[in-house]
């Protein structure tokens, strides 16, 4: 049985990337596991994108967290091999599908089911846009285009969503199984309804998505609703305050000891309230969110890498969570884009292969972003152009070739394969 000493040497969550320098996920090794983690005595995790763990005590078991479908199957098989007994309660961090995934599998008669109460409202936002979250899922994550008929299709109405949980909280929620006291509070970050449970006899926190091993996901490409700053901060302040001996996240590994946890996550707040900061003064300094993409840094002692979220993503999400979409120029505030000029521009400027050979003039020079919009805006004019293709296609792959952030590579991949099927039609 693995023990803790197997994952001593990475107690330090915010010192490791959630992706590797090569791009590749550390949880790989978990994936392939046949057995769980045995945290302590009571407590086993079964590592996939999305932990599941298991709390045993003397009445039966505590389910927090289910993992995605795909993998809720072999979790639930590994730590009922370890740990059989009735399930009493699942407790669910916050409604995101590697989360809730296995919500099913582990249910049995007279099993409860905790969320916090806006888990319900995060459930119908869900599933109110599914066609538009299937669509940039498979783009973020890796599945490719797919068939886009089939993801997409009409809405199912306003509240369409098969709410799984039996039990909603507004701030707190306590229950107890064989003498165990667990208490779920509301610790909203990553998502409004996100929770972490506290097992105060064992000084175990477990904050689900409100930290892990990079920079946090305040914006995410594949969209959301706003992400508040200052939530993530105070609700890891909250955690702080319990001086946990044991922090078990729903992505990478626990941490074990006050100190080591009290470093990672006081820095991993400080980081956080950093990029804040400086976004609303430059806010009311004037500037604009790209300029503010581009100069708000951490310091070298707050770096958590940028594996999964990235500063320039997190200060335009929380610019626009602040401000909204008007970016204070009267000329966009009307239906018409920009792009709406750029057929007539390109015309002026010779057509689209004068424009494309612009574009690859500066692929050649190694501005890559440069290129990309010039590409697109002689597509704009002709979209078969073959040389304009061909620099969005070249781009793309050197992008993704320098890219260590897995959701960045992963639209990357995303644009390499819409550009090919542009490609081969006749």
């Not at 040497?9 to 490791?16: F, G, I, K, P, V």
Request: hydrophobic residues 40%.
């Amino acid at each position: 049985m693995r023990t803790l000493a197997f994952f001593l040497s990475t107690l330090l969550l915010a010192q490791a990337p959630i992706e590797t320098m090569d791009g590749t996920d550390p949880t790989r090794d978990g994936l392939n596991l046949t057995e769980p983690i045995r945290v302590t005595e009571n407590i086993w995790v079964a590592i996939g994108f999305g932990n599941t763990y298991l709390v045993k005590t003397s009445a039966g078991n505590v389910i927090i967290d289910t993992s995605l479908p795909n993998h809720a199957q072999r979790h639930v098989k590994m730590l009922k091999a370890v740990a059989p007994g009735p399930i009493r309660y699942i407790v669910l961090t916050h409604g995101h599908g590697d989360h809730t995934g296995g919500v099913a599998l582990w249910k049995e008669p007279g099993t409860r089911v905790v969320a916090q109460k806006n888990f319900v409202e995060f459930q119908h936002y869900q599933a109110r846009l599914a066609g538009f979250f299937g669509l940039r899922n498979r783009a973020q994550f890796g599945a490719g285009i797919g068939d886009r008929a089939a993801i997409s299709g009409a809405s199912r109405g306003n509240y369409p969503a098969n709410i799984v949980a039996t039990d909603l909280f507004d701030d707190r929620f306590e229950f107890e199984v064989g003498g165990v006291k667990f208490e779920v509070h509301a610790t909203p970050g990553e998502t409004y309804d996100h929770a972490t449970v506290w097992i105060p006899a064992w000084k175990a926190a477990f904050p689900g998505d409100n930290i892990y091993g990079s920079f946090p996901n305040i914006y995410t490409l594949r969209g959301t609703q706003p992400r508040w700053a200052l939530d993530y901060v105070n609700s890891l302040n909250k955690i702080l305050s319990w001086k946990p001996e044991l922090m078990l996240p729903s992505h990478g590994r626990p941490v074990a000891g006050w100190a080591n946890i009290q470093t990672a996550a006081t820095r991993y707040r400080d980081a956080i309230l950093h990029v804040h900061d400086a976004t609303v003064q430059g806010m009311n300094d004037g500037k604009d969110v790209y300029t503010l993409m581009r100069e708000v840094k951490l310091p070298k002692e707050l770096d958590l890498g940028e594996g999964y979220g990235t500063l320039a993503w997190s200060v335009r999400g929380i610019y626009e969570g602040y401000a909204g979409w008007f970016d204070g120029n009267p000329s966009t505030m009307f239906a018409t884009p920009p792009a709406a000029i750029y057929p007539g521009l390109v015309r002026m400027a010779g057509g689209a292969s004068a424009v494309a050979g612009a574009a690859q003039k500066l692929l050649g020079e190694n501005k890559l972003l440069e290129a990309l919009h010039l590409a697109d805006a002689a597509l704009t004019a002709e979209p078969g152009n073959r040389i304009a293709l061909e620099v969005r296609l070249s781009a793309f792959q050197q992008m993704l070739k320098q890219s260590r952030n897995s959701n960045e590579r992963g639209w990357l991949n995303f644009g390499i394969q819409e550009t090919r099927r542009k490609m081969a039609q006749p």
